[in-house]
């Protein structure tokens, strides 16, 4: 038999990278979606709304190992670099010592080395960093145009219903595959849903504003003691947020979230002396596909329909691996799973 035909729906970087790994398996990967980056200030998708932190330490043993993978597949190919528009600052993660664990090439730091060498103030006794002096961050957008260059199958008319091996698409016109991925991102759950699919996917606002630090010297960072993360934008700018509490938002890009805005700003002040509390322009606001337990993964919805997304905020740290370790799962079932009749499985 064959390779099978996947078809892979939504051409965020988890869609790209998943088709050019299965493409560089041998299988027919037919992607089908937009790939427009977005109005200013309006992202398209969460791709291009991205931080774009990478690093190896993840608190998750799971998506730590495959956070490191990624950096060192990103780490060990100057293109691939180049084509994700890498840059290495250095990233520095703030957690209580007692859930810390090691990283290859990591140094961990005490509070009071964290508050000497980056100047942050106010951090908890107890706190200890975790300081990864390769890693920093990358432009999924641009990564993903790159490597959606070198697809030829592709197809940018949106999907506008499911069937189990077919998807039609808003033009009328039917493809059909062996396989289908769900790589549609926080559209996914509610194209399942119009599918009479089950799932448990959700989805959940993230937000950022850029502010002016007079430092230049600030590495990306994740400050779990307050929520606070950020990441350097620009000379002397850097890029902040804090985690939302809004769940269920239509994506591509929920209202901005004021008071988050304002949480963001007495919590950077207090963490960053010197920084400016104004922010920058206004807040880039978008949404993810949020999964439990949460990470990008390759997930068997029912019959031929998988999905492919659940980054949870993260899969700019992790897409590398998990695309490749999809593409290997997938080729592995080649066909669509037998499920008795009348019978689903959730997510
Ligand atoms: C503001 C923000 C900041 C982030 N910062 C970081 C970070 O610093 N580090 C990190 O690791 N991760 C970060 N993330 C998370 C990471 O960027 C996302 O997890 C990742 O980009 C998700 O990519 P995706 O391809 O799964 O989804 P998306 O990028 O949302 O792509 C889904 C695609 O599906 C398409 N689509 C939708 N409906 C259809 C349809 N009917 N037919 C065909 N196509 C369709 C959409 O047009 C879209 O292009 C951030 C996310 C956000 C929103």
Not at 71 to 81: F, R, T
Not at 210 to 225: I, K, N, Q, S, Y
């Amino acid at each position: 038999m064959g390779e099978p035909r996947v078809l892979v729906v939504g051409a965020g970087v988890s869609g790209v990278l998943l088709a050019r790994r299965l493409r560089d398996a041998g299988a027919e990967a037919v992607l089908i979606g937009p790939s427009d980056s977005g109005a200013a200030g309006r992202p398209a998708d969460a791709t291009a709304a991205s931080g774009g932190l990478v690093r190896a330490f993840e608190p998750d043993p799971a998506a730590r190992s495959l956070a490191a993978a990624s950096l060192a597949e990103l780490l060990g190919d100057p293109s691939l670099a180049t084509a994700a528009g890498w840059r290495r600052t250095g990233s520095l993660y703030l957690l209580d010592a007692g859930a810390a664990a090691g990283v290859d090439g990591a140094e961990v730091l005490t509070r009071d080395e964290v508050a000497h060498r980056f100047g942050f103030a106010g951090l908890p006794d107890g706190t200890v960093g975790i300081w990864e002096r390769r890693a920093g961050y990358l432009d999924p957008d641009r990564l993903r145009r790159t490597v959606m260059r070198g697809l030829d199958r592709t197809e940018t008319t949106p999907v506008a219903r499911l069937d189990d091996r077919v998807v039609e698409l808003r033009d009328g016109r039917r493809l059909t595959g062996d396989l289908v991925v769900v790589a549609a991102g926080a559209w996914t759950p509610r194209l399942l849903r119009a599918a009479g699919l089950p799932t448990s996917l959700r989805t959940k606002h993230i937000q950022y504003t850029r502010h002016a630090t007079g430092r230049a010297d600030l590495p990306c960072f994740v400050d779990e003691t307050s929520g606070l993360y950020g990441r350097p934008a620009g000379p002397g700018r850097v890029l902040l947020g804090l985690p939302s509490d809004r769940w269920d938002v239509d994506p591509p890009a929920p209202e901005p979230d004021t008071a988050l805005a304002a949480r963001v700003r007495a919590v950077a002040t207090q963490r960053l002396p010197g920084l400016d509390p104004r922010p920058v322009g206004p807040p880039v606001s978008a949404a993810d596909c949020y999964s439990e337990p949460a990470g990008l993964a390759l997930r068997h919805v029912a019959g031929a329909v998988h999905t492919f997304t659940g980054g949870s905020g993260g899969a700019a740290k992790t897409v590398l691996a998990a695309s490749r370790l999809a593409a290997t799962a997938l080729l592995n079932t080649r066909t669509a799973i037998p499920v008795p009749h009348g019978q689903t499985e959730a997510d």
